[in-house]
């Protein structure tokens, strides 16, 4: 079983739609991070969690500690929203190691 | 501030050669990792560095390899390269501080797309 499990691994849905994109770990961790690759594109930070809830524009980050979990939402979807979602967290127990999710491929249609 | 900054950008070479790359972090960035990406997978995490100290490896072979200066810049280095080596490395750097685990978020280069033929 991977350390960071993301779910879905594929979403396909129309613009307007409210998108959630969930991240689980089994690992103690420091901090988690949401990032975001366009098509040929590099790899943007959108958010990073140690605790609670973060917002940026349509984007919001929540994360559960006690039940190891994050969800990363978008509201008001838009294609240019297509892409893919990755979820990583830094492993206490493994001298802070970044633990990388396969990445949730995101496709908004007009 | 200038982003984090990987040279070259594209790179052919035959089998059997080796390669360096490149990784020259944001200003005051401490952190620097590396990853390689082929079509349709995920990053697969090669090393992290820290303060020129090398603080995680990944599951590569030793034919990967890398360093880190004292002004935080860091190189990869790959030997004997072989066809499935053709990915795109990428790596990124963060400011953590004194403690690597202090988290910051991560900044990533446009990465370096080499060729194996």
């Known amino acids: 079983k991977n350390e960071v499990e993301q779910s879905p691994q594929n979403l396909t849905a129309q613009e307007g739609e409210f998108i959630t994109i969930n991240c689980s770990y089994s690992?103690?961790?420091?901090?988690l991070h949401w990032l975001q690759q366009h098509p040929g594109g590099g790899i943007v930070s959108l958010f990073m969690?140690?605790?609670?809830?973060k917002k940026h524009g349509r984007l919001i980050a929540t994360i559960n500690i006690q039940e190891k979990h994050s969800s990363l939402h978008i509201t008001a979807s838009h294609p240019r929203d297509s892409a893919v979602y990755i979820c990583a967290v830094r492993h206490m127990d493994s001298n802070y190691q970044l633990i990388w999710g396969a990445g949730t491929k995101l496709i908004i249609k007009p | 501030k200038a982003g984090v900054t990987q040279t070259p950008r594209y790179l052919i070479k035959t089998r059997g050669q080796q390669v360096t790359l490149s990784c020259s972090p944001i200003?005051?960035?401490?952190?620097v990792s590396w990853y390689q990406q082929t079509p349709g997978q995920g990053l697969q995490f090669l090393f992290e560095y820290f303060s020129e100290t090398q603080r995680n490896k990944g599951n590569f072979p030793g034919r990967f390899s890398g360093r880190q200066f004292s002004n935080s810049r860091s190189e990869m280095n790959v030997s004997t390269l072989e066809l499935g080596d053709s990915a795109l490395y990428l790596c990124?750097?963060?400011?953590?501080?004194?403690?690597?685990?202090?988290?910051?978020?991560?900044?990533f280069g446009n990465g370096t797309r080499l060729t194996v033929t």
């Open positions: 200003s005051g960035h401490r952190s």
């Open positions: 990124a750097s963060s400011f953590l501080g004194n403690f690597i685990g202090l988290a910051s978020p991560l900044h």
């Open positions: 690992v103690g961790i420091s901090a």
């Open positions: 969690l140690s605790s609670g809830k």
